[in-house]
Structures are given as structure tokens and as C-alpha cells.
């Protein structure tokens, strides 16, 4: 295991049916990472693909779960297991750019009050992905949530994805494909609440870091590239389900001890609504598919 020092990132990299990402993802994670040295530690989620195999032939230590706990619960086995400096969160349908990660250690270094910190992302085709997003109002949160799908551009989505960032800067939280920890902050907000099957982990860990005074910040000068969609291949129907529920967990765990906790029962039906119509959409997607 390596030294404690700031000389390694460990890269957590959660499994799930990830075979087909996996070897892209990791041929750019040497030159994203470098000077610095690298431990990866994969923590498998049952998947019956070779992405442990993948994992271990690249030099990682793997845990193999005997079930499904989740994408949070394995981020903590998989922290848990090293002793690095930095703690490197990222999906394996992402490739990171060289110099990338390396580049996201030296701003963090540079303010030891910055807990959790993430780079621009762009699509696969150069477009930008929204990172650095706000924690959402609950008006904002609805017309997001009724809108997005049709009217991408509507103002409550606009205002949700937050402008554009374009220098260092404190934002509310970064998407959960890339993120990068100090180890020290990971362990003072007690890593991931695994209450989080999958979905909201990224802003519920935001969140805790703002509550225990730790700063989110997100580095607009670094950029990775992230496959939209990748992560849902598998699985889709259970997918917009524990997204919807994760939805839920997050609004009552933000609003927990304010007035706005008392509408949480309009927004579970709203959620079961938009949750239903999801996965008739998917249902639909695949028929077509299969034809």
C-alpha cells in the first residue's frame, strides 16, 4: 500500500458491468496522473463481464463484491483501501485528458481548506456536460424535472446547471464522474452516505463537505471527456428507480429541519409521476431498438 503522502492519488474505480469502458479509461489514467504516482483499487459490483479481470490485469487491487451495494457504500470499501493523499472518484466511461488529474492535486494543494474538487467536462463529441451545478430550489427542482426532457433550454434548467464556469471557483456540486478528494476531507465528512444505492451520491458528499466547512470547487482550466449515457446501459429499469428515489433522499436530507420538509409528499408523487413516465419512455426505447 503506498505511503500517506501527497505524492499518490488513489483512484477508486466502482464496477458494474463496465468491460466495454473500462480499457479506454484506463490507458489515459497514467499520463492524466503523472508526476504523481497512482493506486487503483477497483471494487466490483457482481458484474459478470470481466471488469475485475480488466482491473487486476492493469495492476489494480480489486474487491469483488458478493452482491450489489451500491455505488456509494463501494466508493468507501474502495477509499477505505488505500492510504493516498488523494482520493480519485471517477466513472469508467470517462477518458481524462493528460496532465488532467495532476493539474486538479496542484489547485487543491493550493488551499488546504478545499475538500472536493472537478474538472470541465465535455461529451465525447466536444459539447460541454453541466458540472458545478447548484443545489436547486424547489421550484427550480419541479419545472427541472417536468421540462428538461422537452425544453432543454427552458430558465429553471439553466438556472439548476448554473452558468458557465470559468474560472477556479466555489460552486455547489460536480458531477460525480470525476471527483477528486482530499483524503483527510473524505474522512472528516465520513465518505459517501450509503443510504444512496446510486444517483445523488456526488451532491449529498457536496453537500456534507459544505455543512463540515470543507470548499467544493471545480476547475474550469481542466477538462476530461465523459461517454453521456455510458452507465446506463445496464440495468436501465432499476436505473431511473433508484434515481427517483435517490431524488427524494437528497431533497429531505437538504431541506431536513426547515420548512420546506413539508413538502416532501408533493414532491415523492411528483417524483413517482416523472419516475413512471421515464420508464415507459425506456420501456418504448428498447422496443424499437429490438425490432
Not at 16 to 43: C, H, K, M, N, R
Not at 75 to 95: F, H, M, Y
Not at 103 to 120: H, Q, W, Y
Request: charged share 20%.
Amino acid at each position: 500500500m503506498p505511503s500517506s503522502d501527497e505524492k499518490t492519488v488513489g483512484l477508486v474505480l466502482v464496477t458494474y458491468q463496465s468491460a466495454e469502458d473500462l480499457p479506454g479509461f484506463l490507458e489515459t489514467l497514467p499520463a492524466a496522473v503523472q508526476p504523481y504516482e497512482f493506486d487503483v483499487i477497483g471494487v466490483d459490483n457482481v458484474s459478470t463481464d470481466r471488469s475485475a479481470d480488466i482491473v487486476e490485469e492493469f495492476g489494480g487491487r480489486v474487491i469483488r463484491n458478493p452482491r450489489n451495494v451500491g455505488l456509494a457504500a463501494a466508493i468507501n470499501q474502495g477509499a477505505a483501501a488505500t492510504n493516498a493523499e488523494w482520493i480519485l472518484v471517477a466513472n469508467p466511461d470517462t477518458k481524462l485528458t493528460p496532465g488532467s488529474i495532476a493539474a486538479l492535486v496542484e489547485t487543491a494543494k493550493a488551499d488546504e481548506r478545499i475538500g472536493m474538487i472537478g474538472p470541465r467536462i465535455a461529451r465525447l463529441d466536444g459539447t460541454p456536460y453541466p458540472s458545478g451545478r447548484r443545489f436547486p430550489s424547489l421550484a427550480v427542482g419541479i419545472a427541472h424535472a417536468l421540462l428538461g426532457g422537452i425544453w432543454p433550454g427552458n430558465p429553471a434548467t439553466r438556472r439548476y446547471f448554473g452558468e458557465p464556469v470559468t474560472e477556479v471557483s466555489d460552486v455547489d456540486w460536480i458531477s460525480g464522474c470525476c471527483m477528486l478528494f482530499r483524503h483527510e476531507a473524505f474522512d472528516a465528512v465520513g465518505g459517501f452516505d450509503d443510504r444512496y444505492f446510486l444517483y445523488f451520491e456526488e451532491t449529498k458528499a457536496a453537500l456534507d463537505m459544505h455543512r463540515s466547512g470543507w470548499r467544493v470547487v471545480l476547475d474550469p482550466n481542466v477538462q476530461i471527456r465523459h461517454r453521456e449515457g455510458g452507465s446506463m446501459r445496464s440495468a436501465p429499469f432499476r436505473k431511473v428507480r433508484s434515481h427517483h428515489r435517490s431524488a427524494l433522499r437528497f431533497y429531505c436530507d437538504y431541506h431536513k429541519g426547515t420548512p420546506w420538509i413539508v413538502f416532501a409528499p408533493l414532491v415523492a408523487v411528483g417524483l413517482i409521476v416523472r419516475g413512471l413516465a421515464a420508464v415507459t419512455r425506456t420501456a418504448l426505447l428498447q422496443r424499437v431498438e429490438n425490432r
